[in-house]
């Protein structure tokens, strides 16, 4: 929460604790993709007011490896939903992962943002959809904000409009 991030706004829909906590991996490793209808939802009330005209919603992406073990990019499922819900265009392949990262679960901050540290980049491709677009992020959980700022980097790199961020859920520390 110190550290300054590189996107101009983010919020998230749940806690990562409890039920929110259950949901996120009930989508992200159950297979539990009807989900993502009702998770967008309340994705879509968390930014209300928040969302420029033209935004391009983009998902975190998966490396292909990790793509083929588990499927589907419960992120890009998110991405899709969100998109229906506020009627915004999104790009499911506007980033890509080209460094296969290990899992972050149980990383500290520093080595999750060593981890994803150059992996995320603009698929050559796409680079046109983004510049100088506002682009909104989608993840599932957002920890430490490690994949979040690779990601933003990336886009601002190859120069899209402000990105803002959204979660279903939110790592928060016990008060």
């Known amino acids: 929460m110190t550290a300054p991030r590189p996107w101009v706004q983010g919020r998230s829909a749940l806690v990562y604790a409890g039920s929110g906590r259950k949901l996120v991996l009930g989508l992200k490793h159950g297979d539990r993709q009807e989900v993502a209808g009702p998770a967008a939802r309340w994705m879509a009330q968390a930014i209300r007011g928040l969302l ?11 490396h292909w490896m990790r793509l083929l073990k588990r499927r589907y990019n419960q992120s890009a499922l998110l991405a899709k939903a969100l998109a229906r819900e506020t009627g915004m265009a999104w790009s499911p392949d506007a980033l890509m992962r080209y460094r296969r990262t290990t899992s972050l ?26 510049v100088g677009r506002p682009v909104l992020l989608v993840d599932d959980v957002m920890t430490s ?13 190859e ?5 803002r961020v959204v979660t279903l859920a939110r790592a928060a520390k016990d008060p």
């Open 159 to 163: 120069g899209s409009g402000p990105v």
């Open 105 to 130: 679960d149980g990383l500290g901050r520093e080595e999750r943002f060593a981890a994803v540290e150059n992996a995320i980049k603009v698929h050559p491709k796409r680079r046109y959809r983004i």
């Open 52 to 62: 420029q005209e033209n935004t391009l919603i983009v998902p975190i992406p998966l």
């Open 145 to 157: 904000g490690a994949t979040l700022t690779a990601a933003t980097e990336a886009l601002l790199r």
